[in-house]
């Protein structure tokens, strides 16, 4: 988010301009018109220092009353060097009612660290939760669905063997107690 200059117009007398006495960014920056009073126009103007590193897009503003219009000072920071830059900042309101200058400092950006440090401990395998005395609710276990699900296979087969006299029924009831049995011995082990 660009540094902003607020710039209060209006706010004690009519057409009275109120600025900062010095303004530094490190930058493109805002400068905030904010209109206390009627409609206003509003000239800004950079210096010539300040103007081999900024540029405005227009120099004349109309601010209709009571509202804001931020102006945009675009910064060319690759004609910013080691040592800042300081300018001045012209602001008149109602075509020279009042004149009032900004000094301005534009500074070179930091460059911001966007590397991860990393350290010998990420390397090491992170330790396993250590179990909760006495082992926690049996009900909490994922086993005790495929327990339930197995028991009622078992129940339902041998119910069928028992009620259909037939080889192929007591054959699959079978075979079904077996698979549920290595089910259970495979889940235990697991």
Do not use: C
Request: no cysteine; aromatic share 2%; hydrophobic share 45%.
């Amino acid at each position: 988010m660009p540094d902003e200059l607020p710039v209060h117009v209006s706010r004690q007398e009519l057409h009275e301009v109120e600025v900062p006495g010095t303004f530094e960014t490190e930058g493109s920056f805002d400068v905030a018109l904010k209109n206390h009073g009627n409609s206003i126009h509003m000239h800004l103007h950079l210096d010539d220092a300040l103007s081999t590193v900024a540029t405005l897009t227009a120099t004349n503003h109309h601010v209709d009353g009571e509202t804001e219009r931020v102006i945009r000072v675009e910064v060319d920071e690759d004609r910013l060097g080691p040592e800042p830059v300081r300018g001045k900042l012209k602001v008149v309101s109602a075509y020279g009612a009042s004149t009032r200058w900004v000094d301005v400092v534009v500074r070179e950006p930091e460059d911001e660290d966007d590397t991860v440090r990393v350290d010998e401990s990420l390397a090491e395998p992170s330790p396993k939760p250590e179990p909760e005395p006495g082992g926690g609710s049996v009900f909490a276990s994922p086993a005790v669905p495929v327990v339930a699900l197995g028991v009622l296979a078992v129940v339902v087969a041998l119910v069928l063997a028992m009620l259909v006299d037939d080889v192929v029924v007591l054959g699959g009831a079978v075979a079904v107690v077996i698979a549920v049995l290595v089910a259970m011995v495979l889940l235990v082990r697991g």
